[in-house]
Antibody
Framework: EVQLVESGGGLVQPGGSLKLSCAAS????????MHWVRQASGKGLEWVGRIRSKANSYATAYAASVKGRFTISRDDSKNTAYLQMNSLKTEDTAVYYCTPLVNWGQGTLVTVSS | QTVVTQEPSLTVSPGGTVTLTCASS?????????PNWFQQKPGQAPRALIYSTSNKHSWTPARFSGSLLGGKAALTLSGVQPEDEAEYYC??????????FGGGTKLTVL
């Protein structure tokens, strides 16, 4: 059974940092591109970024709204993907999902507020 | 900035057929955009339905089908069931550089 478990969300002040983790199991994590997708309350899905597999040089790509502030990484030995979020803004408040765009976890809530 | 446009809302009767579309601000959608479709019900995570234009996942009901239609990606539901009431999102890949979700279509079964 495929499982994706996001963690690390919480309340952070504007300008602060947070690192999300995504523990994956039940599929070939090392061979999969992993995406981060977010959803603000009552809004649609927004692609945040992705990291490709080792075979594709761990290439990363980001949405314009987070480029330069967010960094995606992965540890294939731990079947875990990460999202480092810096210089957070109130508009970054959302549920964050990690996904290979096939299976999805339940997400983790990030709230940016003073 | 690239925009992917979907119908904000559609209504269909049980047993009917409805087609949702997905357009790109950059021009015609082709198979090279690898259109994906996702379903999301209130309070739930999204669920993948279609990948690479028309390929179904093992769990995708047969009544869902994907295609290209008039320069757009399309998701057709045939024989709609009450449980198909949900938000539907398309996703397009742009040359491997980035990915964009459509704004979503709220499908009402009435």
């Amino acid at each position: 059974e495929v499982q994706l478990v996001e963690s690390g969300g919480g309340l952070v002040q504007p300008g602060g940092s947070l690192k999300l983790s995504c523990a994956a199991s039940g599929f070939t994590f090392s061979g999969s591109a992993m995406h981060w997708v977010r959803q603000a309350s009552g809004k649609g899905l927004e692609w945040v970024g992705r990291i490709r597999s080792k075979a594709n040089s761990y290439a990363t790509a980001y949405a314009a709204s987070v480029k330069g502030r967010f960094t995606i990484s992965r540890d294939d030995s731990k079947n875990t993907a990460y999202l480092q979020m810096n210089s957070l803004k109130t508009e970054d408040t959302a549920v964050y999902y990690c996904t290979p765009l096939v299976n999805w976890g339940q997400g983790t809530l990030v709230t940016v507020s003073s | 900035q690239t925009v992917v446009t979907q119908e904000p809302s559609l209504t269909v009767s049980p047993g009917g057929t409805v087609t949702l579309t997905c357009a790109s601000s950059t021009g015609a959608v082709t198979s090279g955009y690898y259109p994906n479709w996702f379903q999301q019900k209130p309070g739930q995570a999204p669920r993948a339905l279609i990948y690479s234009t028309s390929n179904k996942h093992s769990w995708t009901p047969a009544r869902f089908s994907g295609s290209l239609l008039g320069g757009k990606a399309a998701l057709t539901l045939s024989g709609v069931q009450p449980e198909d009431e949900a938000e539907y999102y398309c996703l397009l890949y742009y040359g491997g550089a980035y990915v964009v979700f459509g704004g979503g279509t709220k499908l009402t079964v009435l």
